[in-house]
Structures are given as C-alpha cells and as structure tokens.
C-alpha cells in the first residue's frame, strides 16, 4: 500500500484508444481524475460513497470479482450518481478497516490497494481505489457466501452454482464422483462395447473393455472393486435419473412467440427425454424432427426449395453441444428446447466455462465434462475441437438464415441459451405451396403473411367469409374485410356480395385466372 498521491493531468486516453475495451486492469493502472470522470458508468466497477462504510457489502464485492473473469474495482471517494466527493472524510481507522477487510471477511481474496489525488471544490483530496483480480478459484466471505457478476448486477451463488463453478475450474469434477451404481448390471452394455470398438480401432489399443474403461476415467478401481464414476453413469446408465434427475430434455413448441404464463401457457407439444445422453440425443434427433415444419422459399435462382425450418446441423449439434456441455450439478435441471414462431431456443443449465464466453464461444475451447465430451467423441457426436459451433454458424449461413446467438442468463438459475432465428416472414409453411405455385412466384413474394393465410384457406376451401378470415389470421371483423377487400382490388379473390352487411351469404372466391 502507498500513501502516495499522484498527479497526473495529461489526457490518458488518445485517439486511438478505447476504453470500452480496456479491462479492469487496465483501468486500474491509468487511473486518475480524468479516466475516471470520462468513463461515466461503467459495470467494470463500484462507485462507493464515503458516507457509511459497510465492510461485509465490501466483502461479497471482494468474492463477486475474484470469481468474475478480468476481476474489477471498487473506488472509494464517489457518489453512486458519478459526483467525485474524495476520501479526505474518513479516518485513518476506517481506511484501515477498508485495506484490511479481506483479511477477515473473505481471506481468499487478493486485493490491490492505492489512493489517487483529485480535486474536490478547488481543493486537493484524493480517492481510494481497490483492483480486486480473478483468482480461479471459488472465493467464498467468511459467511460462507459465494458471489459473482452477470452483466451489472452481483448475484449471489446457490450451492449448485458454487459445485458448477469448482468443476469448471478443476477443483473438484462432477463426473468424476463415485457413483452408487452396479457394474455391469446398471449399465447398457450395447454402448459400452461400442465405444470400446471404437476406441480400440481408432486409438490402435488392445486393452479389455475394463481396463479401457478405467484407463479412460469412466470407471476407477478402489480397495481391488470396481466403481462407476458420474462420466458412466452419464453415458451409458440404464437409468441415470436415480442419481442425476436432471439427465433430460424436455422440447416443447409454442404457437406464439412468448410462451405465456398461467392459462396462457398452453405448448402445442410437450415431450421429456430421459435416458442416457446417447438415448437423449437419439430420441431428441426422432422428436424434434417431427416438431420442425418445412418451409418454402425463394433461392438466388428464383426457384422455389423446401426445406426444414433449421437446418440438421444447426439444431441437432445445438443440442448435442447443450448435452455434453451442461452443469449436471444442477441436478433438478433439465435441458429445455423451445420452438416458437420466429425462433428456437436451448437452455443449458450451467455458465460458460472460463475462458469461452458469448464473444469468444468459436475461437476458444473448454469442457466441463471432459471425460463424457472425449467418449462421445469416439461414438461419433463430437469432435472437441470447436467444430460443433462453428457448424452451426455455417449452416446457419448456408440457409441464408441470421447467426446464432450464444447468450448466459441469470434469471431463473443460471443458464447459456442459444437462439436460432427462423425467417418466418419471408418463408411460408410448406402446406402453403399450392398457394405459392397458384398465384406466381412474383405475386408470392410480396404477400404478407396474413394474406398467404387467408388465400390459402380460400383456394382450399373453395370461399371465404371475413368472419373466417378474421378467425384464420386473428385480426378484427372490420380488419379482415379490409384485408379481403384489397386483395379482391388486386384481383387475387372475387366478391360475391350478398343482399346487406354482415349477410352470411356473401363470401370471396379465389380468382382462378389471376
């Protein structure tokens, strides 16, 4: 610690710098008046008046950024609203109190101190600034409480999260418990012997199946038994959810783009997948087939091509990534698969595991559960190599369809959610082509999609009334017959008026000759 001020008055930032991509650290080392009057708000640190000094708040910030990759500050001497008042208030005791807190209220803390000088009306004061850096490990206050930060906001751990956080940073490992489960009896042997075979043929080896077993860390031998680990019970346990009930997926699709909540919260389908992940991510593959629709749209050469909504890659290794990637720690927690209109969603329980994160999630490679990923790999679902989300960009692209987007969420627990996004607007649902092939490409293509509705139900049915368009598309009575009255203008539909308004005998036809 120095008592030292510094004065340093030159501009640090040029103007080829940027401070928004500075890091804590960063910050921390060109700080002064000027860096910090600049920078405004800022999620990389606290302001922190000298009004009140509360040293256990100051301890959960001293566990929020040494488990917070890049760590950050705590600058003492400013208001919450940006106004610099200086330290010059507190006592030698409170800014010792401050200095030594970590001592006491969170010890696995690291904390660097150092006090800056500025000016507070026209006189000399200074600041105290506090660079707190990420340790690597869980650091927990005195309380035993464990917190981290997501976006802006500190979040206090629950017990799940703070095992999840010591198995992706290798304190301890999930799939590498001992398992109360029988070996061979508990297990699918079918899935053993292949991942056996395989390993065998592609690695050159000739080991029995339990010696490959155990040399692959699925299976450990204590005391001269031996003892399925977690990594087994994952993949091949006859019935994994005695131990883990979060080993499933439940895929569910929605006919509106929110899923709603109490009565409104009606899922067109709903299924839970339970098993093993080889037998969750086969009968995944089986369900969200049938869930998908085709669609038709337009290619660069103008011609019409059915396709499902996603393509394979992209949804199926999303949901392979979800599987082998996920906190299985987070027992109670399955994997959900939403579909709504305009996008898929897949919530993995668990965070990024460190150093991959939203910004880095194609460059870089980390897995929680390595051993599982490494076995799976040989059954031919990954290749752990940072290929799986790399193809599910490209063919993302390939479909002309926007890029995934990887995003962590702390709301209900803490998950990673990927979206896919569909092109709903412009591509119809294939039951729709007959409408598409009847009206001409060119035509087609300018349709809005409540007009692609009420054609469709026309040219099928033969007529349409306003009271069935207006049921069709969900707009108004008065709506709908605008909507028909201006697709009759254009010659699509006739009018075939009955003796008064709102008479049940009037009703549009399909213009067979458009």
Known sequence: MSDQFSFDFDSPISANDNPALWTPRDIWTRLNQQVLEYLGEDRRFERKGCRKIHLDELATYYSTFSNTPDGGLIIYGVENNGAIVGCNSLSNGQLNDIETTHLTRCPLAKPEYKRFAVIVDDKQDFCLAIFVPYVGILVETSKEEAWIRYGESRHKMSLEEKQDFRATRQELSFEQSVAPYKFPDDFDLRIIQDFCDEYRRAEGVKFANEELLIDRRLLRKEDGKIRPLNSLVLLAAKDPGRTIPGCRVRIQRFAAEEEGQGRSYQPQRDKTVEGNVVKILKDCAEIVAG????????????????????????????????????SYSYSGSEIFVKFFPDRMEVDSPGSFIPP???????????????????????????????????????????????????????????????????????????????????????????????????????????????????????????????????????????????????????????????
């Open 356 to 514: 991959v994160n939203e910004k880095t999630i194609y460059e870089t490679r980390s897995a929680r559960n390595h051993n599982l990923m490494d076995a799976m790999r040989h059954l031919g679902y990954t290749r752990m190599a940072r290929e799986g989300t790399r193809r599910i960009r490209e063919s993302m692209k390939e479909f002309k369809l926007p890029e995934p987007k990887w995003h962590q969420e702390a709301v209900h627990g803490v998950v990673v959610r990927v979206t896919l996004r569909n092109d709903h607007v412009g591509r119809k649902r294939a039951t729709d082509t007959d409408v598409a092939h009847h009206f001409g490409v060119e035509t087609w293509r300018l349709l809005q999609e409540h007009e692609i509705k009420i054609l469709a139900y026309a040219f099928r049915n033969g007529r349409i009334q306003v009271s069935e368009a207006a049921r069709v598309t969900g707009r108004t009575w008065h709506t709908s017959k605008k909507d028909l009255e201006r697709l009759s203008r254009q010659n699509l539909l006739v009018f075939h008026p009955g003796e008064y308004e709102r008479d049940p005998k009037a009703h549009y036809t399909v213009r067979r000759t458009p």
């Open 291 to 326: 869930v998908i629709y085709d669609v038709t749209w337009l290619d660069d050469q103008g011609k019409f091509v059915t396709t499902p909504e996603y393509p394979f890659s992209a949804w199926f290794e999303t949901i392979v990534n979800a599987v082998v990637h996920r």
